[in-house]
């Protein structure tokens, strides 16, 4: 299982950005997978999640508005849409997979989102 994240880096507040995941090793087109951000200093938190069978989403209520996950079941692709951010969106974004159940066992590297004028 490979999940690599693209799509990071600096932009100012208000601004947009979108976050890529390109997965592979496993079948993507039946599996709940997850966008989890860590802030500097801070723990994990989960940010938004879709089950690529049928495109079912839930976000945490901080992003719900600003954040869109999305997915493209033909190219393996994950993507997270954000707009409107806020300094306390700057955080390591990951990308992490769900092979079996719904809880995420595979990660990628992660891609560090800056939010800063």
């Known amino acids: 299982v490979q999940l690599v994240e693209s799509g990071g880096g600096l932009v100012q507040p208000g601004g947009s950005l979108r976050l890529s995941c390109a997965a592979s090793g496993f079948t993507f087109s039946n599996n709940w997978m997850h966008w989890v951000r860590q802030a500097p200093g801070k723990g994990l938190e989960w940010v938004s999640t879709l089950f690529t069978g049928d495109g079912t989403t839930n976000s945490v209520d901080s992003v719900k508005g600003r954040f869109t996950i999305s997915r493209d079941n033909s190219k393996n692709m994950l993507y997270l849409q954000m707009n409107s951010l806020k300094s306390e969106d700057t955080a390591h974004y990951y990308c992490?997979?769900?092979?079996?159940?719904?809880?995420?066992?595979?990660w990628g590297q992660g891609t560090l989102v800056t939010v800063s004028s």
């Open positions: 992490a997979a769900a092979t079996s159940g719904f809880n995420p066992n595979q």
